[in-house]
């Protein structure tokens, strides 16, 4: 069973510019959220998915954004970027009620 | 609110030996799940071990086992035999809410350096 899949591994954007990440789930798992990782902040929730719907929603600005198509594999987009933006971000699935989450590598974004 | 803290940002062991890394959380439910993961350098979270609030036994898999103290809202992670591949940023984790392991709060980490 092929695992949770992140595109792409790095990125490099301008200030300004918006940007969009992928995440494909573990074949199954309608469940999917994002993290945000950065050496001052941590590992911090973004948003979580499930049946294309946001369910739950972290403490962050509107510029980050996302959405789930119908086959489960989700987007997260960032508009207006800012330097503060530079981290990996992380996507995870899980089926639902499972408490576990599967991860997958992570997407380095780095804005200049 | 949940929040999770790990009070060792580093710690090191000798190869083969046991290594124990705390974890302390606050919440107010009575039901729910923790979790270790783990960070390798290659940066994909690993679910190392995961116990479950309302099972008195501590949880073990292989060389990893948890001492999850409920009263006193701890789970410190145990290694034992430690192997070079251990090496790794590790984090407790909390569901967020609804025992969602999908909706996580973590620990700020420890960085485990395993030594030969």
């Known amino acids: 069973k092929a695992g949770v899949t992140q595109t792409p591994r790095y990125l490099i954007k301008t200030r300004g510019q918006q940007v969009t990440l992928s995440c494909s789930p573990i074949?199954?798992?309608?469940?999917v959220s994002w993290y945000q990782q950065t050496p001052g902040q941590g590992l911090q929730f973004l948003f979580e998915?499930?049946?294309?719907?946001?369910?739950n929603k972290g403490n962050f600005p509107g510029r980050f954004s996302g959405r789930q198509f119908s086959n489960s594999r989700s987007e997260m987009n960032v508009s207006t970027l800012e330097l503060g933006d530079s981290a990996l971000y992380l996507c995870?699935?899980?089926?639902?009620?499972?408490?576990?989450?599967?991860f997958g590598q992570g997407t380095r974004l780095t804005v200049v | 609110a949940q929040t999770v803290t790990q009070s060792q940002p580093e710690m090191s062991v000798q190869e083969a030996e046991t290594v124990t890394l705390s974890c302390t959380y606050d919440?107010?439910?009575?039901?729910?799940?923790l979790f270790w993961y783990k960070q390798p350098p290659s940066r994909q979270m690993i679910l190392v071990i995961r116990?479950?609030?309302?099972?008195?036994q501590n949880a073990t898999e292989n060389r990893f086992s948890v001492n999850f103290q409920k009263a006193a809202k701890s789970f410190s992670l145990k290694i034992s035999d430690s192997q070079l591949g251990d090496t790794a940023m590790y984090f407790c984790?909390?569901?967020?809410?609804?025992?969602?392991?999908?909706?996580?709060?973590f620990g700020g980490g420890t960085r485990l350096m395993v030594k030969p």
């Open positions: 984790a909390f569901p967020l809410n609804n025992n969602a392991g999908n909706m996580l709060t």
């Open positions: 116990q479950e609030a309302y099972k008195q």
């Open positions: 995870a699935s899980s089926t639902v009620p499972s408490p576990e989450a599967f």
């Open positions: 074949s199954g798992h309608r469940s």
């Open positions: 998915y499930f049946s294309e719907t946001q369910r």
């Open positions: 919440t107010s439910e009575n039901n729910y799940y």
